[in-house]
């Protein structure tokens, strides 16, 4: 069988180069590393150039099978051209071309070597455009967001990243999708990545008009996961410029969700909600009657909180204010 799969892809036709590339699916690992040793990679790669669909969906999968978990079969299949080659495929008009090449992309951006050679191809702002489009699966939208995490790994691409419109279309993600999916979770997972490595990202979220409401929405109706990180770019953002913002993040009415997860939230939820609602307490002069008890009762919380008292009197504590806050 190993001599056919090699004979066929190296001078086969096009039915027997898809048979044997589909054959190698079903091959154990020592066997595939043989013939990895005896060049298959190379006629795999020059599938994926021919107009037969059959023939690159065939050899796509046969690519993909031989990445999985092997750094080494992922840095021969890019030096083997196999990169712009997949990129272009994203164009393609069959949408099953299109999610195998995603995820191609997305194995083969998890191996160092190659972030530098994904990004330098093109490939954030086809994948950004991609990732907001009707018929995009969740799945490949998923695998896109992860493809991105892992050129963000790379400081040289940060800027690529920064300079596109990936801030703008997780956003448009963000404010669209429901706030406690693993989608949303995903893509605010990495718009907080993003603008804590740029501050030419975090002034574009701070910028882009629904952004601070969909953050604030999510404080509100995220998972806790969702909630931690949304939290935390406010926080990026306030501390940017507190004059700006922090009557825009107060508009919103993000304070009884904030007060919620300073004290049901994660421990580094809870830290970074604690930082906001102190930038966020109203220290003007002339304050009214009601606005200054709020902000004693907001103070009692924020002890409760940093003592770490339990028993139930800070959930109390917090309803109370809440309850305030929301008449």
């Known amino acids: 069988m190993e001599d056919f799969v090699v004979n066929a892809l190296l001078s086969g036709d096009t039915e027997a180069r898809v048979l044997a590339a589909r054959e190698l699916n079903n091959l154990k690992s020592k066997k595939k590393h043989k013939l990895i040793e005896r060049g298959i990679i190379v006629p795999l790669v020059s599938m994926l150039c021919t107009p037969d669909y059959d023939a690159v969906e065939a050899s796509l999968n046969a690519l993909l099978n031989m990445a999985f978990g092997s750094e080494r079969n992922k840095n021969l299949i890019a030096k083997a051209g196999a990169i712009p080659v997949i990129i272009n495929l994203l164009q393609c008009e069959s949408q099953t071309l299109v999610d195998l090449a995603i995820a191609a992309l997305m194995t083969l951006s998890s191996c160092s070597a190659n972030k530098l050679t994904v990004a330098g191809s093109g490939a954030i702002e086809i994948l950004v455009e991609i990732l907001n489009f009707d018929s995009t699966g969740i799945q490949a939208k998923l695998d896109i967001i992860v493809t991105l ?44 990545k993003i603008v804590l490595s740029s501050q030419i990202a975090l002034r574009q979220t701070a910028g882009t008009s629904g952004a601070i409401q969909a953050l604030v929405e999510t404080v509100e109706d995220g998972s806790m996961q969702c909630k931690e990180h949304a939290v935390g770019i406010l926080l990026l953002i306030c501390r940017s410029c507190r004059e700006k913002y922090r009557g825009l993040i107060l508009r919103e009415g993000v304070m009884p969700g904030l007060l919620q997860l300073s004290v049901d939230g994660t421990r580094r939820a809870k830290e970074m909600a604690g930082a906001l609602l102190l930038l966020l307490r109203d220290c003007s002069e002339g304050n009214t009657r009601k606005k200054i008890l709020k902000n004693v009762l907001m103070e009692q919380v924020m002890g409760e909180i940093d003592r770490g008292e339990r028993g139930g009197k800070e959930h109390k504590l917090v309803a109370d204010l809440i309850a305030k806050l929301r008449r």
């Open 149 to 192: 995490h892992n050129l963000l790994a790379s400081w040289e691409i940060i800027p690529s990243i920064a300079l596109s419109s990936t801030v703008v279309k997780l956003l448009q993600l963000i404010s669209e999708w429901e706030k406690s999916s693993e989608l949303v979770e995903k893509a605010i997972t990495l718009l907080e």
